[in-house]
């Protein structure tokens, strides 16, 4: 579990001005990393890391011969078009890399002349998936939405028994997770209308957002070989905001007994901007569970998983109707919520997930589940913001949502801020609803 250090300093500063200003969501003390090429070019994407407005590109970074020794096969690798050699790399490499990258985008670093020409501003920049996901796993770990989803469907029995005792996940697909900035058309599938004596075929007419982060797998485990609680977050790159959108009328109808299946597989966006676990050392807070609630199982527990195994993530959604981007308006808020309300944390989620001997590869990506909080204002999806569609949210326009209307765009956001520390952010995760597309007569 990585600690503070040097890098957390606050007093730090950046020879990169816009990283010292107020709110500034990449200062010094955050250095994540995304898959970038300048927008409108066929260049290779290449791994760099955001400084301020600027990201600092890892490609030209390697060819300027700044860095040294194990930094310096860290930049090479993280200088592909994907992060997964970076990852591969474990921690010990995560470490110098950061600490070399800190040391030279402080004010004063010798370094500062050759890295300047290896600056680009991110206005200026596209974006790719980060790395190659080789497999997706969606867990459930907000009991808070666990037991708002089971009202709606299982009013007499909420909360299944199991939830309590293992972090419940599912296999989700891969090949479908595109970066902030993913428009993706609305999904049709098998739908049942309450009373109906059988099903219809046609476009999602529920189509629903989930606020969620996404943890990306560094270096993996051997098939066979489960990771423990103490060596699982040795495991995990860093952690990005991640959208799985959701169709909740196929979902109802389909997911029983195996599952979301094209009520999910359809579409999940993820941010660019990977968040190092070390970055987010100074936000650890103690991991409780209420007294009556069973404890974790022995494999599932650890004095430091009680002591700072939960991560105080604040987390934002919006949503942008076309009305309001017509008219120069920002995203709605509906949502304002802490990561730190999980049921279930990384280093659970990793080691439960390896414990019947599952090997996890760099790059794979693990979804938190739909994070929502105590309070219905807390709600990570519009299942729960309005009921099941029961009480509508009113916009400030006029306007009024119970499920995502073609056009509309969803902006999830995520920082973390206390006193004492830096406040870092993790940008944006952005994603548009387009209309379906028409089916091929056979």
């Known amino acids: 579990m990585a600690a503070c250090n040097e890098t957390h300093n606050p007093t730090l500063r950046s020879w990169v001005d816009s990283a010292n200003l107020a709110g500034c969501d990449f200062p010094i003390q955050n250095l994540p990393f ?10 290779n994407f290449r791994g760099g890391v955001a400084i301020g407005d600027q990201i600092l590109d890892l490609a030209a970074a390697n060819q300027m011969g700044v860095f040294t020794g194990t930094a310096a096969a860290g930049v090479q690798a993280g200088a592909q078009d994907k992060l997964n050699a970076l990852m591969a790399m474990g921690p010990e490499v995560w470490h110098a890399l950061r600490l070399a990258l800190s040391h030279a985008l402080r004010t004063g670093a010798s370094e500062q002349a050759a890295l300047q020409t290896c600056l680009l501003p991110q206005s200026q920049a596209e974006y790719d998936v980060p790395a190659r996901i080789g497999d997706y ?49 609305r999904p049709s599938g098998q739908t049942m209308a309450p009373g109906a004596a059988e099903p219809t075929f046609g476009p999602c007419k529920r189509m629903d957002l989930e606020l969620e982060l996404g943890i990306f797998i560094g270096s993996g485990n051997t098939l066979g070989d489960a990771l423990n609680m103490g060596e699982a977050e040795d495991h995990v790159f860093g952690i990005c905001l991640l959208n799985d959108w959701s169709a909740r009328d196929i979902q109802a109808w389909e997911y029983q007994p195996l599952g979301p299946f094209l009520s999910k597989n359809f579409a999940t966006t993820v941010s660019p901007w990977v968040v190092t676990l070390e970055a987010l050392a100074p936000y650890r807070a103690p991991f409780t569970r209420p007294p009556a609630d069973p404890q974790p199982m022995a494999y599932l527990d650890s004095e430091a998983n009680r002591q700072q195994g939960a991560l105080d993530i604040q987390l934002q959604v919006g949503i942008q109707t076309p009305q309001m981007r017509e008219a120069g308006q920002p995203a709605a808020i509906v949502c304002n919520t802490s990561y730190r309300h999980a049921y279930w944390t ?9 414990v019947n001997g599952c090997n996890l590869q760099a790059g794979d990506l693990l979804g938190s589940g739909t994070l929502s909080g105590p309070t219905l204002d807390q709600a990570g999806a519009l299942i729960e913001l309005t009921q099941g569609g029961k009480t509508p949210l009113q916009f400030a326009n006029g306007e009024q949502r119970v499920y995502l209307e073609d056009g509309d765009a969803v902006v999830l956001r995520g920082w973390c801020e206390k006193t004492g520390a830096v406040r870092i952010g993790f940008g944006e995760c952005v994603g548009t609803v387009l209309p379906a597309k028409a089916r091929k007569s056979i």
Not at 346 to 354: E, L, N
């Open 34 to 43: 995304a898959v970038f090429r300048r927008s409108g070019t066929n260049e």
């Open 137 to 185: 796993t969606d867990f459930y770990t907000s009991i808070h939405h666990a037991t708002n989803i089971g009202k709606q469907f299982r009013p007499d029995n909420p909360l299944l028994p199991n939830y309590k005792w293992v972090p419940i996940g599912y296999h989700g697909r891969a090949s479908s997770i595109g970066v902030s900035g993913q428009s993706f058309h």
């Open 346 to 354: 990384v280093a659970q989620m990793v080691t439960h997930h390896t």
